[in-house]
């Protein structure tokens, strides 16, 4: 299997504080890789050093061969990155079909027409329409985006990310919020997703982590804990007592 | 799935649709040319600062860039329209064209210094543009007359057939024509996948950056944009006055321009010309009865304005407009 | 040579006074204040009409122009600001502009429009010489009296269990109320007495300044650039800014009178574009 | 404060009573569109404008060559831009036959086309840059041109023994005129001369008068707008300018009648040059003087009034002349080479160039019964506009 993304040896400091100490990390094609560990390990540093969100003190991410440490969040986007936030981030005053016809737009290279209809286009029409189907947006893509329930912001949220047709998909708690009664139906689109499209999942709910990931990364204090496929992690004595103590704990 | 992606594009399209209030609005326009022959002067000025708000509503009310300098690229559209005429070429619209290329220009010198940074920021920094522009006016007043004004403008009919008037008929339909046509343009940027991108840095430059938008150099553009649009404003002010004055580059000008979009409301194009209307009505009235302390109730109505009319006001514009799908109010950032 | 620094550190220390209570306001509440200077204004004018209809000592007019500035703010703080801590900055700055207005209109009619005149008592006008330094003495006055206010208030803000409170107001208004502080009480105060401070600066600066209804506008620019270039945490920040705008501008009209006037824009642009921050603001992560 | 209301409610009342009236007794009046700052810094000018208008027409009767003046006053704020509205809406919607007052050089000039498209005469009453004039063939000027003011002021510095000059000026047209007028003729006369120029909106003057100070000239050439010369004066004596022996010399406008109370005792041992003062020693300037303070709550006339005062004449008599014909043309025909005696002495208007010529006094700021004025204690008599003397 090929590698699509890497991690070389990534540092990020906060003042005196690392939050993210020599990562290493790969990413196969194809792959649901679970990255896990306690409040605090850094999780979501990463996942932001990777997008670029933040900048990192050193090393470099490697998408699909490329070096794109420098590169702004944009064009990590461009190259087939996206990802979802932890906390909703959306366009509060766009309807959902804005929101993806945008995103479509955009992953067009639409975005510095100035005087082009968006209804006019055949292709931002088609991938709109193919992204409202496939995440089941239809009966509430015209309703303004802040009067959604939660979990329907959160469904919004992942359909515009994948609008913009990534290779790597990076989902940061993506049932973090979602009432149960709504949760099944998230899981079930996150199942859903296309094989080809490699995963990098945050998650704390084991439930979740154990049913999708293919392989799971465990970060402790800003540094990689161990890494393997989930049976090997299970049963791996250093997450159960980093982890599994602190959950225990939290019980 | 055609039934899906006619829905998709008949959503997308009433979006953008003409609504009959829109044809109602631009026929009153005109028909204002007939129905108050002596106001003409002043429906000059309305229509001037119409442009002018609309042009503050591009960056303001769709990309949630807030200025107190707006002022800058009006004085620099007005003094580069001016000083074209003074120096022989007194057509107006090579005139308009100029000003337009040249607040551009300075709107896209001045963007980096907008396109990051946080409200206050930004704020202080367009501030401080505007007052040096200002300062620069008044010293430099052997190119701009400095604190005398310009003077010696002619402009030349326009096209060649319609001599500016004393009594403002040419100057209105002139500039009404102008701020149709570049409300025309406005229209259909924010309508595109660009203005589009636009709402999206405004509503959430996080996700914007995250959905492969890149907010700086779309910033820029409609920065740039905006400042052309306010150049043109700029030159209609001086063209149909054929004078300029340094009070063009004046705080008080950055400030009722801000008024008059916050009074109409931002971001869906028609609130910088209701505003404008409504503040220069005010403002005559209210002039012509306490000539002394007009600034007094205009600062009056700001405070309640804010303080409770704005959903009062806002509120009666954004039910009246609830049955116009094109014309959503958006809220500000 | 020397003069002019003296000049500038005099001017520096008023505009200081008058806006040191602005920082404090805004890194509190985030609340962008344009109306600070209708409060200098209003101690400007207690002084002067004390001064001239009631007789008062100079000296008098200094406390009455303070208290006056102070429970003006205290009023208006309860009843118009208030409501707006929650709305953008956007709406506070039409808000605020609004006051400006009414506060310039409202001078004008009571007051009328012209540059108002104190006569100082005979102790503080003139100058004298120190070593070839020529120092007016009422610039002396003010340098010791702003001088004094500064330390005070640094100590106050540093040292007093108010100033520790406050701090932790400014740095985190939600983590101070979950602590039990009263944010609401302490900025109350804190806006009574930076308006205070303003009316105190507007009064003192009638000599230096003039004072007219268009005053609030006319300083408007560098109370902002005291607090955008001094940051809002800190009260040794306004102060190093003030007296950095303070000498910048009496050197550069001294030195360079040609270009004098744009120095302090400049100035607040550039540095605005080095720390968008501030100054001396604590980087925020 | 009740003199302000009084002004305000007559000012109404005189709008008022203009727009009721205008339609019945359109063929009988001649309007006269007066467009002062009300309002702002430059409030006091429209002030005192207005008052000696109105005293005019209260001394006078208002009907000239068998019309009736009506007066429309209308505020422009000091705003150039409301100023060319105003006069252009006075002219289309009012049909005035005049546009008068302009507080201020801008003002003026903003003005000027409309006079010209419109041919209607524009009585400039206080605006003072010399170039005014050439704007529109319609300007007529009333006021006084700072060049006219400053040169005398050079020479008489030249024969009081004063070599080197500092002169400080505010940094707007007729700033710079007074600055470049009074260094020339100064220069010419064998003196030295060194100027700085301090931005309209300057609060602070102490760089300003350090540098003058450190210079150690002579005499200090000063002009600031009449409103911030209180201010001033002030910091001049701070500075111990006065006691250094520097003599404050300059264009009246900064020992201003209106304020010279307010100023105090600073003032005093000024010289100035300047077309008017309140202590001119006439018996018509005393009878002004008395009626002006009788009908204006005892407000002491300064140079914008008697500018008022005396382009309401010219109005009438030009009415007069004309036998009561608007006809733009013919009035400024009319007014070209008119003289007469006015409270501030004999003035005539240039046929040439519709300027005022006037005699100039060398005044002194002393103490009479206790009041300041600026005394006058020589004259040079009928002074042309230097700028436009010299162009020929």
Known sequence: ?251 | MTTLHDRVRSSLYGARRWHPVEFIFWALALASFWLFPRHLLLMNEIAILALFALSLDLILGYAGIVSLGHAAFLGLGAYAAGLLAKHGIGDPLIGLLFAMIVSAVAGLLASPLVVKGNDLTRLMVTLGVALILHEVANSWASLTGGADGLQGITITPVLGLFQFDLFGKTAYLYSLSVVFVLFLVARRLVHSPFGLSLRAIRDNVLRASASGVPPSRRLAAIYTIAAAYAGAAGALMAQTTQFVSLDVLDFHRSADVMLVLIIGGPGYLYGGMIGAVVFKFLQDTIAAFTPQYWMFWIGLFLVLFVLKGRSLVHGGIASLLKHFPGLRMRKTP | MLTILFDGIAYGMVLFVLACGLSVTMGLMNFVNLAHGAFAMLGGYIAVLLMQKAGAPFLLTLPAAFMGGAIVGLVLERLLYRPMYGKTHLDQVMFTIGIVFMAVAGADYLMGSSQQIIRLPSWLQGRFEIAGIGIGRYRLFVLCVCGLLAFSLQWGFTKTRFGSRLRASVDDARVARGLGIPVNRLFALTFAIGSGLAGLGGALGIELMGLDPSFPLKFMIYFLVVVTVGGTSTITGPFFAAMLLGVADVAGKYYVPEIGAFIIYVLMVVLLIARPEGLFARARS | MNVRRQVLKSALGLTLAATLGSAALAQDTAKVGLILPMTGPFASTGKQIDAAVKLFLAQNGNTFGGKKIEIILKDDTSNADVTRRLAQELVVNDKVAFLAGFGLTPLALAAAQVATQAKVPEIVMAAATATITEASPYIVRTSFTLPQASEPMADWALKNNIKRVFTVVTDYGPGIDAETSFANKFKAGGGTVESVRVPLRNPDFAPFLQRVADSKPDALFVFVPSGIGAQFMKQYVERGLDKAGIKLIGPGDVVDDDLLEAIGDVALGSITTHHYSAAHDSAANKAFVAAFKAANNGLRPNFMAIGGYDGMRVIAEALKKTNGNTDGDALIAAMKGMSFESPRGPILIDPETRDIVQNIYVRKTEKLNGELFNVEFATIPMVKDPVKAAKK
């Not at chain 1, 959604?148 to 990534?166: C, D, M, N």
């Not at chain 1, 080809?196 to 945050?202: H, R």
Request: hydrophobic share 45%.
């Open chain 1, 1 to 251: 299997m090929s590698i699509v993304l890497e991690a070389r040896d990534l540092v990020k400091q906060f003042g005196g504080i690392t939050a993210t100490d020599h990562v290493n990390f790969t990413l196969e094609k194809g792959a649901r890789h679970a990255l896990i560990g306690p409040n605090g390990a850094g999780k979501t540093t990463f996942v932001n050093l990777l997008t670029g969100v933040l900048q990192p003190t050193a090393g470099s991410v490697v998408l699909n061969g490329e070096d794109i440490s420098h590169l702004s969040r944009e064009a990590r986007v461009k190259r087939g990155m996206a990802r979802t936030f932890q906390i909703n981030q959306l366009f509060a005053s766009m309807t959902p079909l804005e929101m993806i016809a945008l995103v479509t737009s955009e992953r067009l290279g639409y975005g510095t027409r100035p005087f082009n209809a968006l209804d006019h286009d055949p292709l931002v029409l088609d991938g709109t329409a193919d992204i409202i189907a496939r995440f089941r947006l239809d009966d509430i893509m015209d309703a303004p985006i802040a009067s959604l329930p939660y979990g329907k912001q959160r469904q919004v949220e992942i359909a515009s990310t994948f609008a913009a047709h990534p290779n790597v998909l990076l989902l940061d708690e993506p049932a973090a919020g979602v009432p149960e009664a709504e949760r099944r139906e998230l899981l079930d689109i996150v199942a859903a997703l296309p094989p080809d499209v490699s995963v990098v999942l945050i998650e704390h709910d084991m439930d979740i982590v154990f049913r999708f990931a293919t392989r799971i990364t465990v970060l402790v204090n800003g540094r990689v804990l161990a890494e393997g496929d989930p049976a090997t992690i299970a049963r791996d004595p250093r997450v159960k007592e980093a982890y599994l103590g602190e959950e225990a704990s939290h019980a």
